[in-house]
């Protein structure tokens, strides 16, 4: 729904890697998102298929039900 290409990591331990990264941003450790990371090339970019009418349909849907389960919960 972001309509933003979506870059692969080479290793199967991309959560985990991606979790000490936020770390490390948040501990100071690392000024940047990219000095968090480091540097690595991804092994497939997935480009947006959906059109950009149908994602704005799909996020309004999504940002309507939101609203009624917090409606809901108070």
């Known amino acids: 729904m972001l ?3 979506v870059e692969l990591y080479p290793s ?3 959560t985990a890697l991606g ?3 936020l770390a490390r941003l ?3 450790a690392a000024d940047t998102p ?3 990371v480091g540097d690595w ?3 497939a ?3 947006p298929q959906l059109a ?3 994602a704005e349909e799909y996020l309004s849907r999504w940002e309507d039900a939101a609203l009624a389960l917090a409606e809901l919960a108070r």
């Open 45 to 47: 970019v997935f480009e």
């Open 41 to 43: 090339e991804s092994v």
């Open 19 to 21: 979790v000490g990264a």
């Open 12 to 14: 199967a331990d991309a």
């Open 26 to 28: 948040g501990s100071g």
């Open 34 to 36: 990219g000095e968090a």
């Open 3 to 5: 309509r933003a290409p």
């Open 52 to 54: 950009a009418a149908a």
